[in-house]
């Protein structure tokens, strides 16, 4: 099997599928440990790119049902955050086909510098109280751009993505974590079907590796969103900021 020749490998990719289901469900960060792995298996950068995004639209899919079961998936503004998420993934999408993907790496470390600073200085700003009242995205202007810019950063890259969703959803827009992550899932199968298709019209997607991934998003998603119905909104923000705090590092060491 092309990419799949060495048994340990698929089993660390399976692995890998079930780590980043469980932490993109609940914060972000999953990409940037798959898209390492698809890479040793001999993809090119683009490649493992649109390859990754398979496994993501597994994810998502799944992590919305999961969420819609437990009724934390607030359909009726999906339609409205859709219209800019989905404008920006077009033209992220297109970008990345011809692009490296690298050249966005200085806007995902920024933002996830930011939100740390944030998160430990002056956290409500960016974790709404537990009841707040969210707010309507046509009251908020900044929300809206920062949907567009989310939607265009996923088309591109992928990876990270969803910490710049809980940016907006959470720290703009004040959903609470778990509506805030069932909805980023949404935005994000939205925008990922948007960017598969163009990945797959420039030929760039191995769909064995992607599928194998994806198997163990499956089991890393019904964990995470059983975990995040059990605990408090507190613990939900602490496992958020570790995992700011890791992916900021982990991109610091590697640049």
């Known amino acids: 099997m092309e990419y799949l020749g060495d048994p340990w490998l698929v089993a660390a990719l399976l692995g890998s599928g079930v780590i980043a289901g469980f932490i993109n469900t609940l ?5 940037l440990l798959i898209l390492p792995l698809l890479m040793l298996s001999g993809m090119g950068p683009a490649l493992a790119n649109g390859t990754m ?3 993501v639209l597994i994810q998502c899919v799944e992590g919305v049902r999961q969420f819609h079961r437990h009724g934390s998936v607030p359909f009726k503004v999906l339609p409205g955050i859709l219209i800019p998420t989905l404008s920006g993934a077009l033209i992220g999408a297109v970008a990345a086909s011809f692009l490296p993907t ?7 470390l920024t933002t996830l ?7 430990v200085v ?10 707040e009242t969210p707010k309507a995205l046509a009251s908020t202007p900044a929300a809206w751009l920062g949907l567009f810019l989310t939607g265009a950063y996923g088309g591109f890259a992928q990876a990270g993505v969803g910490f710049l969703a809980i940016a907006v959803l959470a720290g703009q827009l004040r959903y609470d974590l778990r509506r805030t992550n069932a909805l980023k899932l949404a935005m994000t199968a939205s925008f990922t079907i948007l960017a598969l298709v163009v990945f797959v019209w420039r030929g760039q ?9 994806g198997l163990g998003t499956l089991l890393g998603v019904r964990l995470a969103v059983g975990f995040a119905h059990r605990v408090s909104g507190g613990w939900l923000k602490g496992m958020l900021l570790i995992m700011v705090l890791v992916t900021c590092s982990a991109a610091f060491l590697k640049g």
Do not use: D, N, Q
């Open 113 to 119: 510098v930011v939100m740390a600073v944030i998160m």
């Open 53 to 55: 995004r398979v496994a």
């Open 205 to 213: 997607v191995a769909w064995l590796p992607g599928l194998v991934v």
């Open 27 to 31: 914060a972000g960060g999953g990409g």
């Open 102 to 108: 690298t050249i966005l790496k200085p806007v995902l």
């Open 122 to 131: 002056r956290p409500s700003t960016l974790m709404p109280e537990e009841g």
